[in-house]
Structure formats: C-alpha cells, structure tokens
C-alpha cells in the first residue's frame, strides 16, 4: 500500500534504467509546478499559494545483488513556495552490500522500516520526516551503519548505530537578529507569539537565540537493535533504540520589562533524547497484508520549563506517549483500498498539559481507495478523523498521464479542526487547497 500511494503521490513514473556496474539500477523523479488559488477563499495562505518541487530517486535493483555487488541509494527532493522558501529532504543516500550470504550492511542515510504505525501514522519518532507539508509528511532516513543476518529458519537479526545526527529541516523559522524577530516563510511552521498579554498589559515579545556550536548537533550517538522473523505471509519486528529526538527542543527563559512594557525571551534549540520501542506483525497474502503495531516513545532528557513561557505559545514540556494501531489493505494494478486505525493509550490531558505539545492523532480512523481507470487516469481518496478531537483531514486527487513525459493533475486537500481550536491540527486550518499542476517525469 505505502509503494502505490507514494508513487501516485509524488508523480514519478520508472520508464529507464540507468547502468552503474554489472547490475542496473532504476531511476525516477520529476520536475512540476503547482497553484493552489483555484478559489480565492481556499489556499489562500502565504507559503502556500503555488509552488515548484523536483525529485531524484536512483535505486540498485536490490533482488540482483550478488555478494561482490554494492547496493546503492539516492533519493533527494526540493520544494521551492510563492515566498521564495526552498526546502530539501535527502530522504535516502546509502550504499551496502553483503558480507555473507546471510549478513548484509549499509552506510549512509537510511529510512529504517521498524514501526508500521510511526511511518503509516506520520508521528516521526523512529525516523525523521520530509516535513514539506503534513498532509504527506514522508519519511527522511537515519544517518548511520546498519547491520542485518537473516537465519535459515526465518530469523532476522538487526543492528543501527550512528554517531552522526541530523535533525529534521523542515519546517524552517527564520530568525532576525537585529529585530529580535522569529517568523517563516513556511505555512506549516509553527511560530511563536509576537506579542502577549502581561497583568492586563498589551506587551511585544523580543526574541534571542542563541545558537549552538555545529558540533553540539551532528556529534550525537543513536544505538538500536531488532529482533525479528520473515516467512512466506508473515513479518515481525521487536525492536529498541536511543537516539536523539527528530527536531529541536527549545529552552525558554523568560523574563518582562514593565518598564519598557516587552517580554524578553532567550531561546536556546537543544537536542534531547529518547528511547523508541516497539512491536508489528504483518500477514502477507497476495495483494492482502495485515498488521497490527505498537510503539512508546520515553523522554529520557527533561528540560527546565519556565511558566512564563506560556506569552511566547512555545511548548516544550516532555511526554511519555504510546500508541497501538493496525489496518488491512488490498492492492493490485486497478484499485488499492486500505483501511487503518490508531490509539493513544498514554494519558493527555490539554488543561494540565498546555505546555506540552498536542498528540498529532488521538483515536483515528484512515480511509484510503485508489482507482486506476485504463492508462491515463487515477483517481484517489484518502480520509483521517480523530474520534477524540475530531480534526478531519481530507486528500482528493486525480491525474491524467498526458504522455508518457507529462502528468496533469488536480486535487483538494481539505482540514477540519475543533470549535474550540485546541488541537494539533488547529493552528494549520487555513492550509486548505483546491490545487491544479503539471509535472515532466522521467
């Protein structure tokens, strides 16, 4: 299911391979620009208006590797918005190869397919995320050495260390030094307040960041193992691993001038850690696959939270959260149909956890039905509802293949939020879209 709604998503076509070696590799992608003003009253969002995206994916055919053979992967994507923002995501960039006929590694940046309902879910706490919108958050890979033997009895043993961290890019903030300002460019970022309410008193909110030395970012250990088995119909993964969390945890001091009537605050990006761990079970059958799934996330770092961050609508309080999901799907070359769900089991509660950020889903039911009508047409539907929050979010799409250089296609992203705008889905309402655009695939 995931294969069929990313290719459908992204608008790449296979249509030629490229030879590096003996064995050959397949290579996609495509160039495209799209507008989301078809209505004035949707889309209507700075950073969201229209944009133009590229994306490169080479791949080394993985089922022809011999044990002198280098598996290989580049998979790299650009988005350029009507702000002049550009964003990247290196999603993958490894190359391995087999040790044994049973042992196997690789080297580089790499997505780690441990957890259905963090990678179905878009919660991003085992691997980073693309992040370009969170409609189809996308998954970046980790950076680092992955170990894997597989035993003639099914058996799969899996190992990832790293000493390297890179952070999730996306969304980005830009910061003013001089104006003592933090905005963006990018519709889904999440900005602090401007100005804030103190004893009655209207006051600006003055920021400070205090950036940290490149070294205190990228030399961070991550450590995991997975234990796991394989068979004809069935896949389970148990796995456990430390590692840095995927974005930055701001550090807020805070303090107020009643003189000067501001609130001075003093922002410093930290990177903390936590333990991820987890459980899934998938049956295979044909076009049919099941699973059931689990994850806990624990903080193991907490930061110091100062009440008074409250004027700057940061949040930045720590939380253990776990989630339990599953879902069935049926894929073949004319329709996919999927259905999935997902449970918070941890306790949330907003009124004594307003500094804590909001659980992305609650209790959600999925919905996903793509069509293929002949060559040229796809059409798709893709529905999430929190039962919890009721936040609804919607995903039309249909294409049609021009040629086999040129796709046309159109859609309506729609999201539906709370009344009383206390979600984690509230602050995004007006990112609506009825979109239209064209890419040339290669």
């Not at 989301?36 to 089922?63: H, L, M, T």
């Not at 995927?246 to 107020?256: A, G, I, K, L, R």
């Not at 894929?331 to 996919?336: A, G, I, V």
């Not at 799409?397 to 705008?421: D, E, H, K, Q, W």
Request: a neutral charge; hydrophobic letters at 35%.
């Amino acid at each position: 299911m995931r294969t069929t709604l990313t290719t459908f998503a992204f608008g790449g076509l296979v249509i030629g391979q490229a030879c590096f070696g003996a064995t050959p590799g397949v290579i996609q992608g495509h160039f495209g620009a799209l507008s989301n003003q078809a209505s004035n009253q949707v889309g209507n969002v700075p950073g969201n208006r229209f944009n133009a995206d590229f994306e490169f994916d080479y791949k080394r055919n993985v089922g022809t590797l011999r044990e002198s053979e280098l598996e290989r992967r580049f998979h790299i994507s650009s988005l350029v918005n009507d702000q002049s923002l550009a964003m990247y995501s290196l999603q993958e960039a490894f190359v391995g190869g087999n040790l044994t006929s049973k042992d196997r590694v690789r080297f580089g940046r790499q997505v780690l397919s441990w957890s259905a309902v963090d990678e179905n879910w878009g919660f991003g706490k085992l691997n980073n995320r693309r992040n370009f919108d969170y409609f189809t958050p996308g998954q970046e890979g980790l950076t680092g050495l992955s170990y894997e033997r597989r035993s003639t009895n099914g058996m799969r043993y899996r190992a990832f260390v790293s000493g390297i961290y890179v952070p999730e890019m996306n969304p980005s903030l830009d910061i003013d030094k001089k104006d003592r300002s933090i905005t963006s460019r990018h519709p889904w970022a999440d900005t602090p307040a401007t100005s804030a309410e103190v004893e009655g008193v209207m006051m600006d909110i003055r920021y400070d960041v205090d950036y940290p030395e490149i070294s205190e970012v990228i030399y961070r250990y991550s450590a995991g193992a997975n234990i796991g088995y394989e068979s004809k119909h069935w896949v389970m993964d148990n796995f456990l691993i430390r590692k840095p969390e995927n974005s930055t945890t701001p550090d807020v001091e805070v303090n107020v001038d009643f003189v000067q009537n501001v609130v001075n605050a003093q922002i410093a990006p930290r990177f903390y850690y936590h333990d991820v761990l987890g459980s899934t079970l998938k049956y295979r059958n044909r076009d049919i696959e099941m699973y059931v799934s689990g994850m806990a996330v624990r903080p193991n770092e907490f930061p110091d939270v100062d009440e008074r961050v409250r004027y700057t609508e940061i949040k930045n309080k720590k939380q253990r959260e776990d989630y339990v999901g599953g879902g069935i799907s049926r894929s073949n070359d004319l329709y996919t149909l999927a259905f999935n769900y997902v449970a918070r089991l941890s306790p949330f509660d907003r009124d004594k956890e307003d500094l804590a950020l909001d659980p992305r889903w609650n209790q959600a039911l999925n919905v996903v039905a793509v069509r293929n009508i002949g060559r040229r047409y796809t059409v798709s539907a893709d529905a999430k509802y929190d039962m919890l929050t009721t936040d609804r979010l919607v995903m039309l799409r249909a294409t049609y293949r021009v040629s086999s250089a040129f796709i046309m296609n159109a859609g309506l992203n729609l999201i539906g939020t709370p009344v009383s705008g206390n979600s984690y889905w509230s602050p995004y309402t007006n990112n609506d879209s009825i979109y239209g655009g064209l890419r040339y695939v290669f």
